[in-house]
């Protein structure tokens, strides 16, 4: 795999267009606001079910460690 790669592309119902895909290194900023939200929703909520697989928010330093690895490691995948 590399980086970016397309796994599939759809409309919403109100017309809005949709492509899913590798995260790269340019979406740090938005997955860490994601990744952050969830674990803020479960705190506020101790009765929801809601499973993250962290149950502390991330650092940035923190986050683009793992997407770096993630990144390297779909590099890797292509060759």
């Known amino acids: 795999m590399r980086a970016g790669r397309?796994?599939?592309k759809f409309?919403?119902?109100?017309?809005?267009k949709v492509v899913l895909r590798e995260a790269e290194r340019?979406?740090?900023?938005?997955?860490?606001?994601?990744?952050n939200g969830?674990?803020?929703?479960k705190r506020?909520?101790?009765s929801s079910q809601l499973f993250t697989g962290f149950e502390s928010?991330?650092?940035?330093?923190q986050e683009a460690e793992w997407l770096d690895d993630l990144v390297e490691e779909s590099g890797r995948e292509t060759r």
Not at 38 to 41: G, K, R
């Open 38 to 41: 969830l674990v803020n929703e």
């Open 57 to 61: 928010r991330f650092r940035k330093r």
């Open 11 to 16: 409309t919403l119902d109100d017309h809005r």
């Open 26 to 35: 340019r979406d740090l900023d938005k997955l860490l606001v994601f990744i």
């Open 44 to 46: 506020r909520d101790e």
């Open 6 to 8: 397309v796994f599939r």
